[in-house]
């Protein structure tokens, strides 16, 4: 695995493999890697003949008052784990390469980005759009992958893919989760054996709702409500938004008749979770 740490010469890389017909994925990391990250990769793997991963803790996407310091990061282990896939190209820059002095320009997907993580993260989606804008110039992926657990995250690169006309194929991939259903996350590290127990709350909650789904329920402030309900069973869990929207374009809807996702925030302790499941009409 080749590690690369400046823009430019990731560019020329990036270049040269596209000269010898060599086909890219790419997988936008922050890094601290778990079995999520390595589905993403082997399925990159499998459909390009260069695997490229970025490992960078963009700080354009942390608020003030977010993890960006605490942020955990090993190395180490990463290159072990990406070795083992294997990946080919590890982008890895320092923040200063990526924002040198000086940048004024911003790339913002409007309202896919409204409400959800968008309301209590202002700005964070501002920074992910940014950066994955500047990865796929500096990369120049044929693919990129992206994991459905940060749903509003895959929604928003979707849009900023078409409307820019970004010549990269987005490929989504379902959430990995522990035995005992808790969706991984670099932050689950966080937290304490009794956290980790009541974090599984959010995918309880999930499922509660599927259920009311799949027995016909299609009013989404009920299912909503179910699955705050389930959440509500703890105190210690503390729900910052359950939302039901229409699954691409995260409007709104009054009633379910196609595709939606549910998705939930809390925190447990002081560490921040997601979670989210697609409802499908044919898992009725
Ligand atoms: P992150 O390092 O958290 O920014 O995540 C990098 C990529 O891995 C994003 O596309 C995430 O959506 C994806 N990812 C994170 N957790 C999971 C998971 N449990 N299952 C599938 N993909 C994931």
């Given at each position: 695995?080749k590690?690369?740490?400046s823009?430019?010469?990731m560019?020329?890389?990036?270049?040269?493999?596209?000269?010898?017909g060599?086909?890219?994925?790419?997988?936008?990391?922050?890094?601290?890697?778990?079995?999520?990250?390595?589905?993403?990769?082997?399925?990159?793997?499998?459909?390009?003949?260069?695997?490229?991963?970025?490992?960078?803790?963009?700080?354009t996407?942390?608020?003030?008052?977010?993890?960006?310091?605490?942020?955990?990061?090993?190395?180490?282990?990463?290159?072990?784990?990406?070795?083992?896939?294997?990946?080919?190209?590890?982008?890895?820059?320092?923040?200063q390469a990526?924002?040198?002095?000086?940048?004024?320009?911003?790339?913002?997907v409007t309202?896919v980005?409204?409400?959800?993580?968008?309301?209590?993260?202002p700005?964070?989606?501002?920074?992910?759009t940014?950066?994955?804008?500047?990865?796929f110039?500096?990369v120049?992926?044929?693919?990129?992958?992206?994991?459905?657990?940060d749903y509003?995250?895959?929604?928003?690169?979707?849009?900023?893919?078409?409307?820019?006309?970004?010549?990269?194929e987005?490929?989504?991939?379902p959430?990995?989760r522990?035995?005992?259903?808790?969706a991984?996350?670099s932050?689950?590290?966080y937290?304490s054996?009794?956290?980790?127990?009541?974090?599984?709350?959010?995918?309880?909650?999930?499922?509660?709702?599927?259920?009311?789904?799949?027995?016909?329920?299609r009013?989404?402030?009920?299912?909503?409500?179910?699955?705050?309900?389930?959440?509500g069973?703890?105190?210690?869990?503390?729900?910052e938004y359950?939302?039901?929207?229409?699954a691409?374009?995260?409007k709104?809807?009054?009633?379910?008749?196609?595709?939606?996702?549910?998705?939930?925030?809390?925190?447990?302790?002081?560490?921040?979770?997601?979670?989210?499941?697609?409802?499908e009409?044919?898992?009725?």
């Amino acid at each position: 695995m080749k590690i690369i740490e400046s823009p430019a010469e990731m560019q020329r890389l990036a270049d040269a493999a596209r000269l010898r017909g060599d086909k890219i994925a790419l997988v936008p990391t922050m890094g601290y890697l778990h079995e999520g990250h390595l589905s993403l990769m082997r399925e990159g793997r499998r459909r390009a003949s260069v695997l490229a991963v970025s490992l960078f803790v963009n700080p354009t996407q942390f608020g003030p008052n977010e993890d960006l310091a605490a942020y955990p990061r090993d190395m180490q282990r990463d290159c072990r784990l990406m070795e083992s896939i294997p990946v080919d190209l590890l982008f890895a820059p320092q923040a200063q390469a990526m924002y040198p002095p000086g940048a004024q320009t911003w790339v913002e997907v409007t309202e896919v980005t409204q409400g959800m993580c968008g309301a209590s993260r202002p700005g964070h989606f501002r920074g992910v759009t940014t950066v994955v804008a500047k990865l796929f110039n500096i990369v120049k992926p044929h693919i990129a992958l992206f994991g459905a657990k940060d749903y509003q995250q895959l929604c928003a690169v979707r849009q900023m893919v078409r409307d820019l006309n970004f010549d990269v194929e987005i490929v989504p991939m379902p959430t990995v989760r522990e035995h005992d259903g808790l969706a991984m996350s670099s932050r689950n590290a966080y937290l304490s054996p009794a956290e980790r127990e009541k974090a599984l709350s959010l995918s309880r909650a999930l499922e509660a709702a599927r259920a009311c789904y799949v027995q016909g329920e299609r009013n989404p402030y009920a299912l909503a409500q179910r699955a705050r309900e389930e959440l509500g069973r703890d105190n210690a869990v503390s729900v910052e938004y359950v939302e039901v929207r229409e699954a691409t374009t995260l409007k709104e809807i009054e009633r379910i008749d196609g595709p939606a996702v549910i998705a939930v925030a809390a925190r447990v302790g002081r560490t921040r979770l997601i979670d989210n499941i697609v409802l499908e009409p044919s898992s009725n």
